[in-house]
Each structure stands twice: as structure tokens, then as C-alpha cells.
């Protein structure tokens, strides 16, 4: 069976230095915002190339606080308006909701499966206030017009970058540095995984740092000094310490995962599929790779039966979700087209050539 994942064996790597870092986290006695997340917070930042890097507890909490802190800091309110692609995954939503913003569902480009930017200004009303873009799969939104639009319609920026670590605009700016704030997961099948639950935010803004410093840990200033109604949303010590190590091959992996996606953009040959369309190979990352079949469910259960393991992200839009059957009325077709047709074929940074050579035979031979 070739998996479509191998968690086990991607940690596996590093075992001997976890065992090392899990000793000496035991005898230090710190286990709650510790040396170990404070040095990743660092490391982080120079990697993603901000200023700041605030370690919280998981993707989810790192977007709900970055709009939160941007309710204490007067740039949004209850009811403001945020765009937002219609086929990411919930939870970019979810933290729109949760934080009493509307979210504004707009349609995605079937080329690149990110926002289409074409359609952005016409969901702008006088309550929009923020865009929340996604790197979807992966792959940097259009940095350029979400820039521009950003300006022109004097709009906070926001990434969602838990699935494009180390992703590269023009070989200058990474993902988590192309916003006013940028939210990563740490959630173990990200490209960047913990061991558990983690996540972080990015930012270069003095003040929404210094916020999101206090909102992690109850709004405290200092010990019993609570300026703000925070929460417990910090990233856990041991978490920090496991990817300090993971960081370090970050670069490594993602470049095995571009290499391993380029077999496949080379020789799978099938009238039946449709390939990503890559123009720049540094701005993906290829947390998935995801190719589109009017046949999908067949072509699933066709390479399920021969020993290949595929998943669909997504097999259901946020806009058919009962969580949110107030947009149960909602017209998005290319979204719908894309949740139809979608299939995420095995990739990762240690998947064999053999196994490679296996997929790419079997998608091409499938008819
Ligand atoms: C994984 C993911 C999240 C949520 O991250 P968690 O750490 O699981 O909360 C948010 N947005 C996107 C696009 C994701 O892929």
C-alpha cells in the first residue's frame, strides 16, 4: 500500500534528537512558555523574515487572535466584512465567525485554485474591512493584486499560511511576510508538523504584536496584571522544542516535495486529468498535490484498488456545510466544480521513486 502520508516515518528521522529534547524538557521543570518557545518564536521570524513571531496553540487560534487583536486595536468591529476564498478548508472561516466578523465567500480560479482575484472588488461593500487570503495547497494567493487591492480599498491583509510554509514570493519574501499578519498551523500533516497541536503568527506591526502577546495568555501584562480578556492560547513548550528541530530541514523537505511533484508534472500523460498549473515552482510548496477528473470517485477507487492511497481536500464547501446553512442558498459553481472533481495523490518529501513511478503509472494508464 503506498499511504498517502507516512506520518510515522516522517517523524521517525528525528527520534533520536526528540528523546534528547524530551530529557532535558523534563529536568528543566519549564513547561509553559518556556526558553524552548521563545527561541522557536526567534528562529521563526528570521526564517519567515518579520520582526515578530507569536507562538500560539493551533492554526485556528492563530487567526481568531490576529482578529481579535485587530478588534482591540479599533481596526475592526462586530459585523465588519471579510473576504475570504469559498474553498478553503473550514477553518479559515470559522475563525471570521467566531470573532463576529461576516465572512464573504468569494469564488476561487480553477487554474490555481486560490481566490480569483477578477472577483474580489465586486464583493467589496462599505462594511468590508479585511481580506483573509490563502495559499491554498501550498501555492502563494496573487501577492501582487491582493497587495494592491488591499491599498486601493484601504483594507487589512491577512494570510492564511498554514499550509504554504516556506513558499517564496519573487525570492525575496516568504509566505507569512506577504501581509499586515499571517497565521500558521503546526498541526502534524502541515509541511511544517508538530507532534500535536500548534501554531504561529507573523507580523511585522509593533503594536498587533504586542497585543497578540497578551490576548495568548489571558491578557496578562504581567503576573496577576490582566489589561485585556485573553485566553489560553499558547503554543506548548515541548511542541516548540520538536520543531526547532523540524525547522532546521524545513527548506530540504519542501525542495524533495518540489522535486517529487515535478515527477509527477513530467509523466503523468492522461486525457482524463487535469494538472496543477505551476508557473513559479518557488511560490508552491506543495503541501498538496491535487489534480482535477470529471471521473474522480472512480479514478479514487481505481488507484484504491491498486494499492495507492489518495485523499479529497475538499469533498464538501463551507457553503454546504450545516454548520453554515445560512449559505445553503449560495451560488459558487467553480467551487462546486472543484469540490466534485479534486484529488490529492500521494506526496511527501520522503515518498520513493518507486512509489512515484507506481502513481504516475497508474493515474496514466487509468481510462
Ligand atoms: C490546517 C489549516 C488550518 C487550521 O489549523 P489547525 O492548526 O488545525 O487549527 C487553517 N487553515 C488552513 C488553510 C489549514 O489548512
Redesign the pocket.
Known sequence: MIKFLDLALINKRFENQFKKEFEKFINSGQYILGNQVKQFEEEFASYCGTKYCIGVS???DA?QLIFEAYKILGKLKDDDEVIVPAN??I??VLAISHTGLKPVLVEPDLKTYNIDVAKIEQAITTKTKAILG?H?YGLLYNVEVLETLAKKHNLLLIE?S??AHGAIYKDERKAGNLSHAAAF?F?PT?NLGALG?G?AITTNNDELAAILLQLRNYGRVSAYKNDLKGFNGRLDELQAAFLRIKLECLDADNDKRREAAGFYLDHISSDHIVLPSIKDIKQHVFHLFVIRSKRRDELKAYLQARGIETMIHYPVPIHKQMAYREFLEYKLPITEQIHEEVLSLPLHHLLSNSSLQKVTEMVSIFK
Open positions: 493551533s492554526g485556528l487567526l478553503t478548508y477553518a479559515s490563502v491554498l492564511d498554514a499550509q498551523s498541526y502541515k497541536d501554531g
